[in-house]
């Protein structure tokens, strides 16, 4: 069965640094990558995701992702934060043929200033 | 457009009792699913549905209850609560079913199970 690794529970980084959230996914011959954002009390939203094509995705936000698939990983970076993208950022997978979508724990960005 | 609208926010339910969470959708969407989120566990999915009429289990199915009786509305049924289902839970939906589509997820539904 597929599933997604968030490696870091929490990340707290000062405003205006850069910032890499990282996501692994267990192999499988074609996989569809998502990362979505939690903030406070409220549903999830979509960022960005990775269907096919170039390797480097980029999303809502000023947020990009790199798709690795020699390495099974999906990593969401931005290189300049703000208070406002304090969340909780979740990477998700689909298999091909499959109905189910499968999350991460979750990583609680905390952007200080 | 709504969206996906959940009712209640909240809800607090003693042991044993049965509730259902509503979920609608305004947006014609064939895929909806049904999501809990405990700290540190992340999303778990409980049912999805592909289409009205058409329903299955996900990770976590058991003590609770799907039916899809129309593309709008999927609700979800509690038959007899436990304290371990006290968590918040997420309706999502999204346009197609084949893995590819962003789900729009509701705003989400909070209970406590005493």
């Known amino acids: 069965a597929q599933s997604v690794t968030q490696l870091d529970s929490q990340v707290p980084v000062f405003e205006e640094a850069p910032v890499e959230l990282r996501c692994n996914y267990s192999s499988s011959v074609s996989v569809y990558l998502f990362w979505y954002v939690q903030y406070p009390n409220q549903g999830l939203q979509l960022l960005l995701k990775y269907l096919s094509g170039s390797t480097l995705v980029k999303g809502i936000n000023g947020f990009e992702a790199e798709f690795n698939k020699s390495q099974t990983s999906f990593h969401l970076r931005k290189p300049s934060v703000h208070i406002s993208d304090t969340a909780e950022y979740f990477c998700a997978v689909s298999d091909t043929g499959t109905y189910k979508y499968i999350f991460g724990t979750g990583t609680r960005l905390k952007v200080l200033a | 457009n709504a969206g996906v609208t959940q009712t209640p926010k909240f809800q607090v339910l003693k042991t044993g009792q049965s509730m259902t969470l509503q979920c609608a959708q305004d947006m014609n969407h064939e895929y909806m699913s049904w999501y809990r989120q405990d700290p540190g566990m992340g999303l778990r999915l409980i049912h999805y549905s592909v289409g009205a009429g058409i329903t299955d289990q996900g990770e976590v199915p058991n003590g609770y209850n799907v039916s899809r009786s129309t593309t709008e509305d999927f609700p979800l049924r509690l038959l007899s609560a436990a304290p371990s289902q006290t968590s918040v839970y997420f309706c999502?939906?999204?346009?197609?079913?084949?893995?590819?589509?962003?789900?729009?997820f509701g705003p989400g539904t909070r209970l406590t199970v005493l």
């Open positions: 999502a939906s999204s346009p197609g079913t084949g893995g590819t589509d962003t789900q729009y």
